[in-house]
C-alpha cells in the first residue's frame, strides 16, 4: 500500500532481537483444555483489544486495564506522548512480535503485506509462536484477567488465533473520516490513505472473527457515556470488576478527541461505497451503553448527578456572560445595518432628485420649441403662397 509519510507519532519499529531474549521457562508450560497452565495455576485465555490506529482502543484498554486486566509489567508498557499523554497501554513486548510478523512478510502497520493463505503455518514463525507462547505465559502468572492491547493485532489476527484459538477480540470503531484526520494530524497520512487503512484493518479483523468472538465498541459512544459504554463492555467479559464510575470517567477525555465526523459528512466526502457498508457493518454489531442505573450502585449515580449539579452554577455563569457578548453584537451589527440603510436611501432620493430636474430641464427645451414652431410653420406657408 503506503510508506508512512514521516515517523512523527508512531514509535520507532523496535529490532526483533529483543524478542529472543525472554528467559526461558519451564518445559512443562502450556496450553490445557483452552487455559495456560503454568506450575499447576491455570488462567483464562487473554483479551485482545484491537482496530485501527487512533480509534480509540487507547480509551478501550485504559478502561479495561482499570478494571481489572493485566497487561504487563509497567516498565514493558509503551511510553505516553502528546499524542497519548494517558499512555497507549501497550505491552512493547507484543508490538515487537507484531512488528516483527509484519516485517518478517514486508510490511509496516502503515504498509500492510500482501499475506499468502494459511500464512500462519509458516516455518519461519514458528520461533515466534514459541516467544509468544512464553510470553504469554509469564503475563497470565498470578493474574485472572490478562490480555493485550495492539492495533497492529488487527491484521497479525491469523498468528495470534494459531497460538490461541479461543482469544476474545475486543473491536474498537471510530468513523473512518475522523480516523483518517486525526493520522493526518499525526502522521502525515492522506485522507485516501487513512481510509483505505481503515478498511484493510477492519475486513482483516471480521474476517478472522465471528460475532461470536468478538465484541464490537465504538469510540464515539464512549466520549458521549464512558460509564453506560463500560459498564456493557465490562458485562460481556465476567471475571473483571463491576463499572467504576470514576474509572470510566478517567479513562476518557473529550478534549482529546480532536475531531467529530458523521456518517453524512463521510457521505458528503466522497467515502466508497464499500466503506460505508463496511461501517455500517460495524456500527450495526457495536454494543449499545447500558442505561444509568443498569449497573452499579445507586449512591455512586447519586455521587455523579452531584458533581454534575455543583457544576452548573458556573456553567450557567459562564453562558450569561456569552449571550450579554451577543446581544452586544447584535446592537454594533443593528447600528451598522441602520446606518448603511440611511446611505444607501439618501444616494437613492439624491439620484432621483438630479434626473427629475433633468427631465424638468429638457421639458422646458421642448416647451419652448412647441412655442416657436407655429410663427415659423406660418412664414413658411406664407411663403411657399407667393
Known amino acids: 500500500m503506503w ?24 518445559s512443562e508450560a502450556g496450553m490445557q ?42 516498565a514493558d508498557m509503551m511510553a505516553a506522548n502528546p499524542y497519548n499523554p494517558d499512555g497507549y497501554f501497550e505491552n512493547d513486548r507484543m508490538v515487537d512480535l507484531n512488528n516483527s510478523i509484519l516485517e518478517l512478510f514486508g510490511g509496516t502497520w502503515s504498509s500492510p503485506p500482501r499475506f499468502a493463505s494459511r ?19 509469564r503475563l497470565a502468572a498470578g493474574h485472572q484477567m490478562w490480555g493485550f492491547k495492539d492495533p497492529r493485532a488487527a491484521l497479525t489476527l491469523p498468528f495470534w488465533l494459531s497460538v490461541w484459538s479461543g482469544l476474545t477480540v475486543v473491536v474498537t470503531v471510530r468513523n473512518p473520516l475522523e480516523t483518517a484526520r486525526s493520522l493526518n494530524r499525526r502522521d502525515n497520512l492522506t485522507l485516501q490513505q487513512g481510509t483505505a487503512l481503515w478498511s484493510a484493518h477492519y475486513r482483516s479483523i471480521l474476517g478472522h472473527t465471528t460475532p461470536a468472538t468478538r465484541i464490537v465498541v465504538e469510540y464515539e459512544a464512549f466520549c458521549a457515556d464512558p460509564i453506560g459504554s463500560a459498564a456493557a463492555l465490562l458485562s460481556r467479559l465476567p471475571g473483571l470488576r463491576e463499572t467504576d464510575s470514576s474509572a470510566a470517567r478517567a479513562s476518557v477525555r473529550p478534549p482529546l478527541r ?7 459528512n463521510l457521505q458528503a466526502w466522497g467515502a466508497p461505497v464499500g466503506l460505508l457498508e463496511l461501517y455500517a457493518q460495524l456500527q450495526g454489531e457495536a454494543i449499545q451503553p447500558t442505561p444509568a442505573g443498569g449497573s452499579g450502585s445507586g449512591a455512586a449515580l447519586d455521587q455523579e448527578l452531584v458533581e454534575v449539579l455543583r457544576g452548573l452554577p458556573a456553567a450557567l455563569s459562564g453562558l450569561d456572560l456569552a449571550i450579554r457578548d451577543v446581544h452586544v453584537d447584535l446592537q454594533r451589527l443593528a447600528a451598522v445595518v441602520s446606518r448603511l440603510s440611511d446611505e444607501v436611501g439618501f444616494v437613492r432620493t439624491a439620484d432621483l432628485a438630479g434626473i427629475a430636474a433633468q ?28
Do not use: Y
Not at 128 to 133: F, G, L, M, N
Not at 258 to 264: C, I, Q
Not at 374 to 383: A, C, I, Q, W
Open 359 to 386: 427631465l424638468d430641464h429638457q421639458r422646458g427645451n421642448v416647451e419652448r420649441m412647441a412655442a416657436a414652431l407655429p410663427p415659423v410653420l406660418e412664414h413658411s406657408v406664407n411663403g411657399t403662397s407667393g
Open 3 to 26: 510508506a508512512l509519510a514521516t515517523g512523527c507519532g508512531s514509535p520507532p519499529l523496535r529490532s526483533s532481537q529483543r524478542l529472543l531474549n525472554l528467559r526461558p521457562l519451564a
Open 119 to 137: 500464512w500462519m503455518d509458516d516455518p519461519r514463525l514458528d520461533e515466534v509462536k514459541v516467544t509468544a507462547r512464553e510470553l504469554g505465559v
Open 33 to 74: 483444555g483452552g487455559l495456560f497452565k503454568h506450575d499447576d495455576v491455570q488462567s483464562p485465555l487473554p483479551i485482545c483489544v484491537t482496530g485501527m490506529h487512533r480509534s480509540g482502543t487507547s480509551v478501550v484498554a485504559g478502561i479495561l486495564h482499570r478494571h481489572g486486566l493485566w497487561l504487563g509489567d509497567p
Open 258 to 264: 480532536h475531531f467529530r465526523e458523521t456518517v453524512a
